[in-house]
Nanobody
Framework: QVQLVESGGGLVQAGESLRLSCSCT??????????MGWYRQVPGKQRALVAL???????TYALSVKGRFSASRDSAKNTVVLQMNNLKPEDTAVYYC??????????????WGQGTQVTVSS
């Protein structure tokens, strides 16, 4: 019923930029899509927060990406974008789109995209 599809990953050199996009498609009815954002994961480690943006536009960033990454959202199109500038090798990871969906006013579920690989070479 709810599907998240990411695009925009790839291989870049340190200092370059990438833009990730995530589109949330819904079949059937829902109440609202609340927070959307991005997490990332490297092999052997837990998935970690990168950036979140609420329905009202408030943002939260991991300290390691603050000042370099910027999340934005088009609520009318149910899309979220992560602009990543000045990329570093330590940003290499699989990036996952996330959405917090209320199917009814009181029923809430989390959804994840399939992930997109970002590789930054030094």
């Amino acid at each position: 019923q709810v599907q998240l599809v990411e695009s925009g990953g790839g291989l870049v050199q340190a200092g370059e930029s990438l833009r990730l996009s995530c589109s949330c498609t819904v079949s059937g009815s829902i109440f609202s899509i609340d927070t959307m954002g991005w997490y990332r994961q490297v092999p052997g480690k837990q998935r970690a927060l990168v950036a979140l943006i609420t329905g009202g536009g408030s943002t939260t960033y991991a300290l390691s990406v603050k000042g370099r990454f910027s999340a934005s959202r088009d609520s009318a199109k149910n899309t979220v974008v992560l602009q990543m500038n000045n990329l570093k090798p330590e940003d290499t990871a699989v990036y996952y789109c996330y959405a917090d969906v209320f199917k009814t006013r009181y029923s809430r579920n989390n959804y994840w995209g399939q992930g997109t690989q970002v590789t930054v070479s030094s």
